[in-house]
């Protein structure tokens, strides 16, 4: 999975609570995302990171939060506003923000009990 | 919307035979790329194909683009058990609220039998 890496794989959240999935790569890559995929359905974007200690909203940031200290780290947090968070998450990287491959992590899969 | 839509949404193939998949787009873009996944696991990227492009090969697989029909094609050749897999095509095109943009659409299920 090209040098990223996320933890756990499975995650179980109770309502009300917030998670934090991690998302590391030693690729040395600036941009940084993360994508929501539920079944049968292509990637949504949630959040986005050009450069360290900046970052964006994607298409579907509502009840997600993001931060970016280091550039090998871009974990995201799902917080208790979102209200169906059931879904497998995909963080990804590439060279540049506006550069071609995208690299992606093996998935976190989250489930609320 | 710039979202790519690949067609079909299921196949299923005997090992040997070739699979077609499709995707069409709407809106302008700077490349359109090709990736697999794995059920349950993350995306890998295959090929990319340049607006400017109408055709590339990468092992067994053969892309082409026709910016005209704003539509590309994904052909596996010779067909393996290891293939099956979901395919998705994205495109990457400017969008004025985000700058260069990469959009994936619903993906492909391609199932080969052995």
């Known amino acids: 999975d090209g040098g990223i890496t996320q933890s756990p794989k499975y995650l179980f959240r109770k309502e009300g609570q917030n998670v934090t999935l991690s998302c590391e790569q030693n690729l040395n890559h600036d941009a940084m995302y993360w994508y929501r995929q539920d079944p049968g359905q292509g990637l949504r974007l949630i959040y986005y990171?050009?450069?360290?200690?900046?970052?964006q909203k994607g298409d579907i940031a509502e009840g997600y939060s993001v931060s970016r200290e280091k550039k090998e780290s871009f974990p995201l947090t799902v917080t208790s506003a979102q209200k169906n968070p059931t879904a497998f998450y995909l963080c990804?990287?590439?060279?540049?923000?506006?550069?071609?491959?995208?690299?992606f992590g093996p998935g976190t899969r989250l489930t609320v009990l | 919307s710039q979202q790519g839509e690949e067609d079909p949404q299921a196949l299923s193939i005997q090992e040997g035979e070739n699979a077609t998949m499709n995707c069409s787009y709407k809106t302008s873009i700077n490349n359109l790329q090709w990736y697999r996944q794995n059920s349950g696991r993350g995306l890998v990227h295959l090929i990319l194909i340049r607006s400017n492009e109408r055709e590339k090969h990468s092992g067994r697989l053969r892309v082409t683009l026709d910016t005209s029909k704003k539509s590309s094609s994904l052909l596996i050749t010779a067909s393996r058990a290891a293939d099956t897999a979901s395919y998705f095509c994205?495109?990457?095109?400017?969008?004025?609220?985000?700058?260069?943009?990469?959009?994936f659409g619903a993906g492909t299920i391609l199932r080969v039998k052995s």
């Open positions: 990804a990287s590439s060279i540049m923000r506006d550069t071609d491959t995208q690299y």
């Open positions: 994205a495109t990457e095109g400017y969008n004025m609220e985000y700058g260069n943009k990469l959009v």
């Open positions: 990171s050009q450069i360290v200690n900046d970052f």
